[in-house]
């Protein structure tokens, strides 16, 4: 046999490169793009349904009209003031929670790093409490929630003596961060009337109810800047995954590679929170479905951000549809379909011997 022939026997196929100029090059593998195909139909046909079931839906026949500016009265104010806003919101907060939990995953090698898990949900939680309870009419509560999404970050970075470089002690000085600021805010609960617990509570168990297009200006803005970041970080966190000296040796960079997509990664979670709450599971529970179907090492950003997309979207149509007196927050749903998953998630990584 040659030496071509045992070269190109040894050597795996390599997947085709999609290049953008020289600063972004994505491989191109058959299984994540039909994965992405299937996931932007299941994404259109979500906001078909949206748009067009229930008491406030648009009929089939007037959507089309409706979307080009043509539409009846009652159609448009639906279509411009009610189910448009909170469509277009879910889906880019969806993708912006599952590129943020891909992110956590791949940089602490951990398949339960997510922004919950080192308190940024919970310190954001801890924000609306007090702008929305304590201190009313200071700042608006998606800016509260802003301030103590900064503030617990701030905590963990301070925390771990070392920034973002480390995250064995950001996941403890997280779940301490997070364990204080739900303290607080069962602590404000307690102390506030009824009717102001009943309206706190319901945007922090995340809610796409009342958005409006200030919203979605806000969490697309983070999704045109922060995603290409993440693109651009993605084949250096390939190589983290391996390890710390085999990515230094490979020029990776592992440190400020991690430190930067950390910051991405909570940019973008900030985001999502400010317009939605601090909706759960969603960015645990979307990067694992992606990596589990496309079969592929990364973090897996685009099929991360569509399959977050479709599951934030989805649950929120089931909220609208479910036959109660009172729509359910959509962080509800996600709840019980994330604590779900992540029993299912645990169980498997017991058999395995890894927990």
């Given at each position: 046999m040659s030496a071509t022939a045992t070269a190109s026997i040894a050597s795996p196929k390599r997947p085709p490169v999609l290049r953008l100029g020289g600063w972004l090059s994505l491989p191109v593998r058959a299984r994540s793009l039909v994965l992405g195909g299937i996931l932007v139909v299941a994404i259109l046909a979500t906001g078909l349904a949206t748009l067009t079931l229930g008491k406030l839906g648009i009929a089939p026949s007037n959507l089309l009209p409706t979307l080009l500016g043509q539409g009846e009265g009652r159609d448009e104010i639906v279509l411009t003031a009610f189910r448009g806003p909170r469509l277009v919101v879910g889906i880019a907060a969806g993708a912006a929670l599952a590129v943020s939990g891909a992110l956590f995953q791949t940089v602490t090698r951990n398949p339960l790093g997510s922004p919950d898990v080192i308190g940024l949900t919970s310190g954001a939680s801890a924000g609306a409490a007090a702008f929305g309870l304590?201190?009313?009419?200071?700042?608006?509560?998606?800016?509260?929630?802003?301030?103590?999404a900064f503030v617990a970050m701030a905590l963990v970075y301070v925390g771990t003596g070392t920034g973002f470089s480390s995250p064995s002690r950001m996941l403890l000085i997280g779940i301490g961060v997070?364990?204080?600021?739900?303290?607080?805010?069962?602590?404000?609960?307690?102390?506030?009337?009824?009717?102001?617990?009943?309206?706190?509570?319901?945007?922090?168990?995340?809610?796409?109810?009342?958005?409006?297009?200030?919203?979605?200006?806000?969490?697309?803005?983070?999704?045109?800047?922060?995603?290409?970041?993440?693109?651009?970080?993605?084949r250096r966190l390939q190589l983290v995954e391996m390890?710390?000296?085999?990515?230094?040796?490979?020029?990776?960079?592992?440190?400020?590679?991690?430190?930067?997509?950390?910051?991405?990664?909570?940019?973008?979670?900030?985001?999502?929170?400010?317009?939605?709450?601090?909706?759960?599971?969603?960015?645990?529970?979307?990067?694992?479905?992606?990596?589990?179907?496309?079969?592929?090492?990364?973090?897996?950003?685009?099929?991360?951000?569509?399959?977050?997309?479709?599951?934030?979207?989805?649950?929120?149509?089931?909220?609208?549809?479910?036959?109660?007196?009172?729509?359910?927050?959509?962080?509800?749903?996600?709840?019980?379909?994330?604590?779900?998953?992540?029993?299912?998630?645990?169980?498997?990584?017991?058999?395995?011997?890894?927990?």
């Open positions: 304590m201190w009313p009419g200071i700042l608006p509560l998606p800016v509260g929630a802003l301030v103590g997070s364990a204080m600021s739900l303290a607080f805010v069962q602590w404000v609960l307690v102390r506030a009337g009824r009717e102001q617990a009943t309206v706190l509570a319901t945007y922090l168990n995340g809610s796409l109810a009342a958005r409006d297009w200030d919203h979605a200006a806000t969490i697309w803005t983070a999704i045109v800047v922060l995603i290409p970041s993440a693109l651009l970080l993605s390890g710390d000296e085999q990515a230094d040796a490979l020029g990776a960079r592992s440190t400020s590679a991690r430190a930067l997509s950390i910051l991405v990664a909570i940019g973008l979670a900030t985001a999502a929170v400010s317009v939605a709450g601090p909706v759960s599971f969603i960015a645990l529970v979307a990067p694992q479905i992606a990596r589990r179907l496309s079969r592929s090492a990364g973090p897996n950003i685009l099929a991360s951000a569509l399959m977050g997309a479709f599951l934030l979207s989805l649950a929120d149509l089931l909220t609208q549809q479910l036959p109660f007196d009172v729509t359910l927050p959509v962080g509800v749903l996600t709840a019980i379909l994330g604590g779900i998953y992540l029993g299912y998630l645990l169980i498997a990584q017991w058999r395995k011997g890894t927990i």
